[in-house]
């Protein structure tokens, strides 16, 4: 009974403030059938239609703009753009973890960051700004090869973890307009 009244106030506690969730089962849009993505409110997912993701520099920027393109896009919804999304280029630091006795290095970490600015395409007015950044680790191995291919797996990861980031803070930017 307790738990009951406890849960009752919580609810209301809650309504009384204003939160809204931004993944709300009420008017909700799929992003794809298949998607592991959760599904966004009706009123974010058309935001987000009318975002236009500008080219970012290099082959990291390109892979990260193709990531926000899946993320950021319902399937058939065709919008007019009103956003322009810009990145500034993306920094990659790498960092030795694990050294061995021998100096050897045997992990490393790679970091990436980077600046994305929202922008009324009309005006051109920025209306938010974020600095971003990712942390991904990986082995470094005897074969030169083994460890080229890991490096680029953390990169992609962290590449991942970028462009979950900016859909997030758009979202929740897109959100708290409404």
Known sequence: MRFLLILALSALTLASC???PVYSD???V???PDSDLPARTATVA???NTVSVGNIPDKAGQDLRNMLLDQLYTPGAKGQTMYELTFSNIGERRRSLGIDKDASVTRSQLELATTMTLRERATG????SR??????????L??????LVTRQDA???ALQELANNAVNALELYFVSQN
């Open 18 to 20: 204003g939160f809204q």
């Open 26 to 28: 009420r008017n909700t």
């Open 30 to 32: 799929a992003i794809a």
């Open 46 to 48: 058309a935001a987000l």
């Open 125 to 128: 007015k920025a209306l938010m």
């Open 131 to 140: 600095n971003l950044r990712a942390v991904s680790s990986f082995n470094v």
């Open 142 to 147: 005897g074969s030169q090869f083994t460890t």
């Open 155 to 157: 990169r992609q990861q």
